[in-house]
């Protein structure tokens, strides 16, 4: 890429297709964008995480532009690799990638999961199958002091939501030392949090989402963990009217998270999105005892850290609440966000006490 008076400005993948036509690989004129380019930066970014705190077995290895690879992404799950290819400049340089991560890692199986539907946006069709070796799809994670079952070739993303993976360890030292007995998991997806909340000691869960076939792998995580049936409720319903639903029977919940999925993909969205983000959390706030807390996340890009908090400001205003903020959260450490690119700070949340 060169400026208008033809000054160097950066070595990138050209898309055609995309809105997003350039995608940078480097700044340095020096560089070439080679095999040999792929393999120190696979290289590089699987080092890096072996200086980050993580507790658990799976972990994101490449996290697209702040490891420099923009439009990849690449989990580890044990001894098992599962890839995201969303750009059309790692779909060109694929093949050397994928022995790259092989090579950095020492593993053997890499399983593709490019069905995200930035595929499309970049003019490539979905591709989904295991692109180095062979093995099981359906693998069991162990994250913190509890494990977690997760499906490669059909669970979300890449097979779970690795981000999160600090926040359900700070939900359950909340449960542990402040001793909640009811809890509410909204977006609750396979039970991450619903796990963790009866590690930490909760009496009840109830956890709620759309879809049957979470719910019932949220049951076998409970179950999984040795944890009693008993002590967890399940609900294949619509978040919003199960929270409206509460209000009206009085109920009341000690600690509530608020994980919703991604309102607002872009800042053209965040309008619309804001005012589904003030709404539910308008709405956990009624339902929070006194002395409860509130963990509400944002994996919208389109919102800022700074909107966010005013969203939930606004939220607490509207319900009649205020509460004290003691924690600002965000992704795990292997979902790192870099000097370079601030963009990169998708994953935004709020740890709310209620006085």
């Not at 750009?87 to 399983?111: H, M, N």
Request: glycine share 10%; proline share 3%.
């Amino acid at each position: 890429m060169e400026s208008v008076e033809g000054q160097f400005l950066g070595w990138a993948a050209f898309s055609p297709a995309s809105k997003i036509r350039a995608r940078v690989w480097s700044f340095d004129e020096s560089q070439r964008i080679d095999a040999t380019f792929f393999i120190a930066a696979c290289a590089s970014a699987v080092s890096a995480r072996s200086r980050f705190d993580i507790q658990s077995n799976a972990m994101r290895l490449v996290h697209g532009e702040s490891d420099g690879l923009p439009g990849l992404i690449v989990d580890r799950y044990g001894d098992t690799l599962v890839a995201q290819f969303t750009s059309a400049g790692v779909e060109r340089w694929k093949d050397v990638i994928a022995d790259a991560l092989l090579q950095a890692t020492g593993l053997t199986r890499l399983y593709e999961r490019s069905d995200a539907s930035s595929r499309a946006l970049e003019g490539l069709p979905e591709t989904t199958g295991w692109l180095r070796g062979t093995g099981e799809v359906d693998l069991i994670l162990q994250e913190h002091h509890w494990q977690l079952a997760v499906n490669i070739a059909e669970g979300h993303k890449t097979g779970f939501y690795l981000d999160q993976r600090d926040s359900r360890k700070r939900f359950a030292d909340y449960c542990q030392r402040l001793k909640f007995e009811r809890v509410l998991n909204c977006y609750c997806y396979t039970g991450g949090f619903t796990v963790a909340a009866l590690w930490g000691g909760a009496q009840h869960v109830t956890s709620i989402d759309s879809s049957g076939l979470a719910l019932e792998k949220a049951a076998a995580n409970v179950a999984l963990n040795g944890f009693a049936a008993e002590r967890a409720r399940f609900m294949d319903a619509d978040v919003n009217a199960s929270l409206r639903q509460f209000i009206d029977q009085g109920q009341r919940f000690d600690a509530i998270v608020l994980d919703p999925p991604k309102f607002a993909p872009t800042v053209a969205h965040a309008e619309r999105a804001a005012r589904a983000y003030k709404d539910i959390n308008r709405l956990a706030f009624k339902l929070l005892a006194p002395g409860g807390v509130l963990f509400t996340y944002s994996c919208s890009g389109g919102i800022s850290v700074d909107l966010f908090h005013k969203i939930v400001a606004s939220a607490g205003c509207d319900a009649g609440v205020d509460g004290f903020i003691h924690e600002r959260m965000g992704g795990a450490p292997d979902h790192p966000m870099t000097l370079s690119f601030p963009e990169g700070e998708y994953l935004k949340g709020l740890v709310v006490m209620r006085k």
